[in-house]
């Protein structure tokens, strides 16, 4: 059964980046659609980034992190990682990768709906402080 496991959050001062890695333990990530969300305590699972499977997947983004947040699939790593630049206080939070079977890809804003991923991460924190 796949298994994911998140790294790379700590903190970070205002303006400053990170990059989120999401690996697997074994299983090709390339076969699955994976979504990165973050969550801080009283609020909802957010969807920030998604991208479909296979190589050339689409992208997509929630209207927060438009321009500051890139998803990519590292293949040779077998990883699909989060760039974020410009992070801001609002990006903190625990982060986590989630993953569905390349056949049940939710396409578009669907791609945001937790309940559309089947494998979850446990989190990495991300904290964003002066």
């Known amino acids: 059964q796949l298994q994911l496991v998140e790294s790379g959050g700590g903190l970070v001062q205002p303006g400053g980046s990170l990059r989120l890695s999401c690996g697997s333990n074994?299983?090709?990530?390339?076969?699955?659609?994976i979504g990165w969300f973050r969550q801080v305590p009283g609020k909802e699972r957010e969807g920030v980034a998604c991208i479909e499977s296979r190589s050339g997947g689409r992208e997509n983004y929630a209207w927060s992190v438009v321009g500051r947040f890139t998803i990519s699939r590292e293949l040779a790593q077998n990883t699909v990682d989060l760039q974020m630049n410009s992070l801001q206080s609002e990006d903190t939070g625990v982060y986590y990768c989630?993953?569905?079977?390349?056949?049940?890809?939710?396409?578009?804003?669907?791609?945001?709906?937790?309940?559309?991923?089947?494998?979850w991460g446990r989190g990495t924190q991300v904290s964003v402080s002066s």
């Open positions: 989630a993953a569905v079977p390349f056949s049940r890809t939710p396409f578009d804003s669907a791609c945001f709906n937790p309940d559309n991923y089947e494998y």
């Open positions: 074994g299983f090709p990530l390339d076969y699955y659609a």
